[in-house]
């Protein structure tokens, strides 16, 4: 299954956009969703991660403040706002959804989405 991804765009920078992501139905059980990025020539990225229960979310240093992750009321949908958008921001925005067991780091399974672009202007 693949997430489905929406939002990116062009904005100037100190401009604004939201990000949306829903797994479809039939996707096995996941307990933690988020963003990730890949501009040009980098390696992709954490942003923001939240999980489907209690807990908080955790944001990468680069956005905390400026970005906002959240569950939508639909399962499995979160969105990304993001505010004072800067030309560094620029980058393919890419979905992610995980199932994680309590005793381990990485997730036993994992679905991306296909990305979405997200350009800055200065």
């Known amino acids: 299954a693949q997430l489905m991804e929406s939002g990116g765009g062009l904005v100037q920078a100190g401009g604004s956009l939201r990000l949306s992501c829903a797994a479809p139905?039939?996707?096995?059980?996941?307990?933690?969703m988020g963003w990730y990025r890949q501009a040009p020539g980098k390696q992709r990225e954490l942003v923001a991660t939240?999980?489907?229960?209690?807990?908080?979310?955790k944001y990468a240093d680069s956005v905390r403040g400026r970005f906002t992750i959240s569950r939508g009321n639909a399962k499995n949908t979160i969105y990304l706002q993001m505010n004072s958008l800067k030309p560094e921001d620029t980058a393919v925005y890419y979905c992610?959804?995980?199932?994680?067991?309590?005793?381990?780091?990485?997730?036993?399974?994992?679905?991306w989405g296909q990305g979405t672009q997200v350009t800055v202007s200065s």
């Open positions: 139905g039939g996707t096995f059980t996941i307990n933690v």
């Open positions: 939240i999980p489907s229960g209690d807990g908080s979310a």
């Open positions: 992610n959804a995980g199932y994680y067991s309590t005793s381990s780091s990485e997730p036993a399974y994992e679905y």
